[in-house]
Each structure stands twice: as structure tokens, then as C-alpha cells.
């Protein structure tokens, strides 16, 4: 079985700071990595993912990720945070064979104060 | 290009009353899936098609849930009775293939009274 683990259920950062949002994940086979942003009364955004190759992978809207497999984590980050950034963000993961359903944690909420 | 369309976005029914929801995915993508959203936790997979072909509905509770995807493009996804418990935001979502990132609509939010 496949799950996905994200500790904080929120994370406050300073408008301009670092922000790190983490994930740790675990399955058997090799690790999809995904991380979606939901807005209010609006769908899921993909961000970035991870298939294969370079470790850090670069996304949308500034954010980047660092795939590490020996503790298994996807942690989503940003250098400098911005207010728009404020929302909830999911982890999800699949693996290459099999099922392939994604298995999403349970989300993160982002606030961003001015 | 337009996004993945879902409607109605909000609906309030009665318990034991059935409702559907419908999904349009976007165009080309051959993949499409079905969600199930509580409050305060992530989406959970309940039906994967491609194409027409339901390949994953282990998650699906075949005894009040059915969906289908006639012409392998829009989709529906019926609940026949509503309970309680079946309040949520469903969600559908569609991929060009089961490899590559999924696109999701704005959901459906149930109400169940």
C-alpha cells in the first residue's frame, strides 16, 4: 500500500521568507511525486512533479522541489514567499506499475502574512 | 484551452433522493478520473477510465455509486440513494494518459440532508 504523510496541517511563513512545505511518502516501487494547490472554491493546480532525473524539480509560480529518496520526502519549496501564496497544498504520490492510482495526503494550508 | 467543466457545482438533496453529476475533461485527454473530497483531507480516487474503459474502480462503492463514459469523452457519476455520509466535494480530473499530471475541475459540493 502507498501513503503520503504531510506533518502540518499549517504552516505561517512572512511575506518575502523561505517557505517549506513537507512530505514524506512511501510505497513499494519506484515514487511519482506530485504536489497540487487548491484555492478556495476552486480545483486542484498542478505545481510540479517528479518522475526521474534531477533530484530538485523546478514548477510553477516559483516553487521547487527536492526528491529525497533515502528519507523518502518531496519537500515543496518557495524563497520568497508571497501572500498569493496562501492556500492549501496537497503531496501525492503513485507508483510505475500496478494500480497507478495517486494517493494524496491530507494537506498543508499555506498562510502568508503581509 | 479550456479546463476540465463540472456541473452543477453545488448541489442539496435529501437522503435516500438520487443525484448526478457530470464531468467534461479536456479535449484529448484520454484519461479521466472521478474523486471523492471530505473536509480537511486530500481527494481519494473512486473510478479511472480510459477511454471508455472503467480500468480502476476498486474504490468505488458499487452498491449506491455507478459512473459511466459512453463515448469516452464526458462522463457521469450517479449516487442512487444518497446517504448522509456521501456529503463531499467530488471532484473529476483528466490526464492524457495515466503517466502524466492530472487536470482537475472545481468539483461538485454535495450536500446530503
Known amino acids: 500500500a502507498q501513503s503520503v504523510a504531510q506533518p502540518e496541517d499549517q504552516v505561517n511563513v512572512a511575506e518575502g521568507n523561505p517557505l517549506t512545505v513537507k512530505c514524506t511518502y512511501s510505497?513499494?516501487?519506484?515514487?511519482?511525486l506530485f504536489w497540487y494547490v487548491q484555492y478556495p472554491n476552486r480545483g486542484l493546480q498542478f505545481l510540479l512533479k517528479y518522475i526521474t532525473g534531477d533530484n530538485l524539480v523546478k514548477g510553477s509560480y516559483g516553487f521547487e522541489a527536492e526528491f529525497n529518496k533515502s528519507q523518502t520526502s518531496f519537500h515543496l519549496k518557495k524563497p520568497s514567499a508571497l501572500v498569493s501564496d496562501s492556500a492549501l497544498y496537497f503531496c501525492?504520490?503513485?507508483?510505475?506499475?500496478?494500480?497507478?492510482?495517486?494517493?494524496f495526503g491530507s494537506g498543508t494550508r499555506l498562510q502568508v502574512q503581509p | 484551452e479550456a479546463g476540465v467543466v463540472q456541473s452543477p457545482r453545488y448541489k442539496i438533496i435529501e437522503k435516500k433522493q438520487p443525484v448526478a453529476f457530470w464531468c467534461n475533461p479536456i479535449?484529448?485527454?484520454?484519461?479521466l478520473y472521478w474523486y471523492l473530497q471530505n473536509l480537511g483531507q486530500g481527494p481519494e480516487l473512486l473510478i479511472r477510465?480510459?477511454?471508455?474503459?472503467?480500468?480502476?474502480d476498486s474504490q468505488l462503492p458499487k452498491d449506491r455509486f455507478s459512473a459511466e463514459r459512453l463515448k469516452g469523452v464526458d462522463s457521469t457519476l450517479k449516487i442512487q440513494p444518497a446517504e448522509l455520509g456521501d456529503s463531499a466535494v467530488y471532484l473529476c480530473?483528466?490526464?492524457?494518459?495515466?503517466?502524466?499530471?492530472?487536470?482537475f475541475g472545481p468539483g461538485t459540493r454535495l450536500t446530503v440532508l
Open positions: 477510465y480510459e477511454n471508455e474503459e472503467a480500468v480502476d
Open positions: 480530473a483528466s490526464s492524457t494518459t495515466s503517466v502524466n499530471e492530472q487536470f
Open positions: 479535449s484529448g485527454h484520454n484519461t
Open positions: 501525492a504520490v503513485r507508483v510505475d506499475t500496478g494500480r497507478r492510482a495517486l494517493t
Open positions: 510505497v513499494s516501487g519506484n515514487p511519482y
